[in-house]
């Protein structure tokens, strides 16, 4: 089963951390892609959040940075197998976003440049649990980790946390994203090793 | 917006011992129509990207995406709909030699 990706092979634990079953522990950053890399100019980038009702909130990259912001520490887990811990990233949380968003929606489809997208529920976006994040490491977001900004969901696998983002959709009904429709799990908590459909 | 030629992806001769797990014929010798764009090609002639959880195979001429294959533990994902239909050459069947059929 090795042709997927080299995360897949068996890797030795690093003694005395605490990773979700079946993780492994890397101190690089792997970059991992499904497609080109998208190239967003700043003075055309947009995030909007679209609600159930047809109503769209739009921030500029100007107004983005305007918003306040936090410095999350966060592990990460990847469902190809590795782990980095305390990664350090800045970015704006999803609920200062969602602060004049009137919504009752369950389900958030995350859209992202390059067609990419991912779906979870909205509460899990919600909370102190995500964010929008546009630097890595004291350095603005690579484009090849998602840069200029990404989403940031660290308690689910990351595929959750979409680099890229765009867009967040709400959704009354579940709609699953791209892994999701190809055998990922439809949640995909990495501490309950959630990783194909049917876990 | 996209900059392929600095993207790390494979040929589709990439998806040929992947695929030959699932299928009795070399797939990456068919021929394929792209859903999105139009073109037409051999599937060995996409763009595959596997530093990723599964396989994704994109249209050369747009880059939007043709085939996906994920394998799990048990079981293998294989998701085709962006592809129009495939033309999997096979071995010529043989030709009616006229002892079975004809006028009684």
């Known amino acids: 089963m090795g042709f997927i990706s080299r995360g897949f092979h068996g890797r030795p634990r690093d003694e005395g951390v605490k990773l979700p079953p079946g993780q492994y522990l890397v101190h690089d950053f792997p970059v991992l892609s499904a497609g080109p890399t998208p190239r967003v100019p700043l003075d055309r980038w947009e995030f909007a959040i679209d609600t159930e009702d047809g109503r769209t909130h739009r921030w500029s990259w100007r107004e983005l940075m305007a918003l306040p912001s936090e410095t999350p520490t966060v592990d990460l887990h990847c469902v190809t197998k590795w782990s980095k811990l305390g990664t350090a990233w800045k970015g704006v949380s999803l609920d200062t976003l969602f602060a004049d968003v009137e919504s009752s929606a369950e389900y958030a489809l995350v859209y992202s440049y390059g067609g990419y997208t991912t779906n979870l529920p909205v509460e899990d976006l919600l909370d102190g649990k995500a964010w929008i994040v546009y630097e890595f490491d004291g350095e603005e977001l690579a484009a090849a980790h998602g840069g200029p900004a990404r989403l940031l969901v660290p308690h689910l696998y990351l595929w959750k946390s979409a680099k890229w983002v765009q867009g967040i959709r709400l959704l009354n009904e579940d709609w699953p994203g791209f892994w999701e429709t190809a055998g990922y799990h439809n949640y995909g908590d990495p501490w309950r090793e959630q990783r194909y459909q049917g876990d | ?104």
């Open chain 2, 1 to 104: 917006m996209t900059e392929p030629a600095q993207d790390s992806y494979q040929d589709g001769n990439a998806l040929a011992g992947p695929l030959r797990e699932i299928f009795a014929v070399d797939v990456t010798a068919a021929g394929g129509q792209c859903v999105h764009c139009g073109l037409t090609g051999p599937v060995a002639s996409l763009r595959v990207y596997g530093h990723a959880p599964g396989l994704v195979a994109r249209c050369p001429g747009c880059d939007e995406v043709v085939l996906r294959l994920v394998r799990g533990p048990e079981s293998a994902w294989l998701d085709l709909r962006g592809t129009v239909s495939l033309r999997i050459p096979l071995p010529a069947q043989g030709v009616p030699d006229g002892s079975e059929a004809g006028p009684a």
